[in-house]
């Protein structure tokens, strides 16, 4: 599905407009560096970024970057993540932190083909890195970010949408190229505060062009 130029800009600036004020502060949103982002997205990987926040402070202090990470006894990491579960996540996370020492001479890849090598980055975490610290034009694809562009686009989302190629190019038309990260932040905390799973808050939607509201437009009520 190709989405018309005129609409594509419209749905791009009312959803910055919206990011203006309602950007969530993160840590890992300040003091951006490609190790910041890279331990970050990992660490938000199934989890909810409430979680994440002292487990990433906390991770942040002992190891502030790629060298002391992989450094780290691995015993002792897997003690001071215990609580975000998943073991095999803290694992693969510091075989990563080693080979970026061994391969990279500590530098973050920059390149998709060489981040998803990495163990433990998936595609959404090799797009994050290349978007949040980098700075290039990737598209996040997630379950939160393909729900909104399928309610707004009228298009059938399925577990497998997140990893569609097709899905991939129209969220790249979406995309601002300029404020590719700020883009991308607002997609993230829109689906988490307006346009989520269960009961979105149409009425307050600044969308107008959503397919979803006009279809359910009558039975809307205020919250
Ligand atoms: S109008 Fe409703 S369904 Fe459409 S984008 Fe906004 S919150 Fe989501």
Known sequence: MVIPHRIAE???????????NNLINYPWRKNRTPYRVLVAEILLHRTRAEQVV??????????????SLAAMDIEELRRLLRSAGLRWRVDLMHRMARMIVDEYGGRIPERKEDLMELPGVSEYIASAVMCFAYGHPEPLLDTNTVRIAGRVFDIEIKDSSRRSKKMRELMRSL??????DIFNYAMIDFGKKVCRKRDPDCIICPLQICSYRRRFAGTLVKK
């Open 175 to 180: 995309l601002d190229i300029e404020k590719p």
């Open 10 to 20: 419209e749905f791009r600036q009312n959803l910055l407009n919206w990011g203006r």
């Open 54 to 67: 002292p487990l990433y402070n906390s991770l942040l202090s002992k190891c502030p970057n790629i060298f």
